[in-house]
């Protein structure tokens, strides 16, 4: 299967393959960013202080910003008059493709900015990558996403370095969040066939030469923060292909309720 192609205006035709190709890998994007935008919704009021509070849900707002442009591209790679809210609202658990570690639940405030933190990462070095792709569509949204993605890395290094060399409580809180969290990372950067192609043919890039970068930015601030990279731990893995917790189930209830109680709203 050749996909090998030059740069294209976004919305050209594309040959069956490379359609339902890229459609896969930008419902894994978009799917992603939606269930961890609402993950972090549900912190709006409750976080420890006020501006923190404020600053998860701008990551939100941006991470369903994201989502939004995502979707909307999907649905016009499918051709088959979805909307970008049938495709948030309307699909069954099985068919989203988002990592298992952005469905995990909040926990604590130490849980949330590790999960953050970990998953920043990898969307940093993504998206850095991911402007260069010759499909223009997906350039153009990791462009616009990258500025924003910059800051949330920012922002939940600095938290992890001030939880873990601040108090006792503190480093405990994100250690245990490490005996869950941790085991959820090494799926991001596990490739599916899709990606796998896509990457072959140069669309988008290898999520897996990531890893690199990745691990020396969570060594340089695991350093500063005074915490131990885990080492030889099992990686789960199964939701980018649609083998999930019991967890996003739940996410889809609360999500989808209004859609599906009241067909036809839009966002």
Same mark, same amino acid.
């Given at each position: 299967?050749?996909?090998?192609?030059?740069?294209?205006?976004?919305?050209?035709?594309?040959?069956?393959?490379?359609?339902?190709?890229?459609?896969?890998?930008?419902?894994?994007?978009?799917?992603?960013?939606?269930?961890?935008?609402?993950?972090?919704?549900?912190?709006?009021?409750?976080?420890?202080i006020?501006?923190q509070?404020l600053?998860?849900?701008?990551?939100?707002?941006?991470?369903?910003?994201?989502?939004r442009?995502?979707?909307?591209?999907?649905?016009?790679?499918?051709?088959?008059?979805?909307?970008?809210?049938?495709?948030?609202?309307?699909?069954?658990?099985?068919?989203?493709k988002?990592?298992?570690?952005?469905?995990?639940?909040?926990g604590?405030?130490?849980?949330? *900015?590790l $999960?953050?933190?970990?998953?920043? @990462? !990898?969307?940093?070095?993504? /998206? &850095?990558? #991911? =402007?260069?792709?010759?499909?223009?569509?997906?350039?153009?949204?990791?462009?616009?996403?990258?500025?924003?993605?910059?800051?949330?890395?920012?922002?939940?290094?600095?938290?992890?370095?001030?939880?873990?060399?601040?108090t006792?409580?503190?480093?405990?809180?994100?250690?245990?969040?490490?005996?869950?969290?941790?085991?959820?990372?090494?799926?991001?950067?596990?490739?599916?066939?899709?990606?796998?192609?896509l990457?072959?043919?140069?669309?988008?890039?290898?999520?897996?030469?990531?890893?690199?970068?990745?691990?020396?930015?969570?060594?340089?601030?695991?350093?500063e923060?005074?915490?131990?990279?885990?080492?030889?731990?099992f990686?789960?893995?199964?939701g980018? *292909?649609? $083998?999930?917790?019991?967890?996003? @189930? !739940?996410?889809?209830?609360? /999500? &989808?309720? #209004? =859609?599906?109680?009241?067909?036809?709203?839009?966002?």
């Open positions: 299967m050749d996909l090998h192609h030059t740069p294209t205006p976004a919305g050209q035709e594309y040959l069956p393959e490379k359609r339902a190709l890229l459609l896969d890998y930008t419902l894994q994007l978009a799917d992603t960013s939606l269930i961890l935008g609402h993950r972090l919704s549900e912190w709006c009021g409750h976080g420890p006020l501006e509070d600053a998860m849900a701008n990551i939100a707002l941006d991470l369903i910003g994201e989502t442009s995502l979707y909307q591209y999907a649905a016009e790679l499918e051709g088959q008059s979805r909307t970008e809210d049938d495709l948030a609202y309307l699909r069954e658990a099985v068919h989203y988002n990592p298992l570690l952005v469905e995990q639940p909040n604590d405030f130490a849980h949330t *900015i $999960r953050q933190f970990l998953f920043d @990462g !990898y969307h940093f070095l993504l /998206l &850095q990558q #991911l =402007q260069n792709s010759p499909d223009q569509r997906l350039a153009a949204i990791a462009a616009k996403s990258f500025k924003e993605a910059s800051y949330h890395l920012k922002w939940s290094s600095e938290w992890v370095i001030r939880l873990g060399d601040g006792e409580e503190s480093k405990a809180r994100l250690l245990k969040a490490m005996d869950h969290l941790w085991m959820f990372s090494g799926e991001l950067f596990l490739m599916t066939e899709t990606e796998q192609q990457a072959q043919a140069g669309i988008i890039p290898d999520s897996a030469s990531l890893l690199p970068q990745w691990e020396a930015h969570v060594a340089k601030v695991f350093a923060a005074t915490l131990e990279v885990p080492q030889n731990v990686m789960q893995k199964g980018k *292909i649609g $083998r999930h917790s019991e967890h996003l @189930g !739940y996410i889809l209830t609360e /999500l &989808q309720y #209004l =859609q599906r109680a009241y067909p036809g709203l839009e966002w």
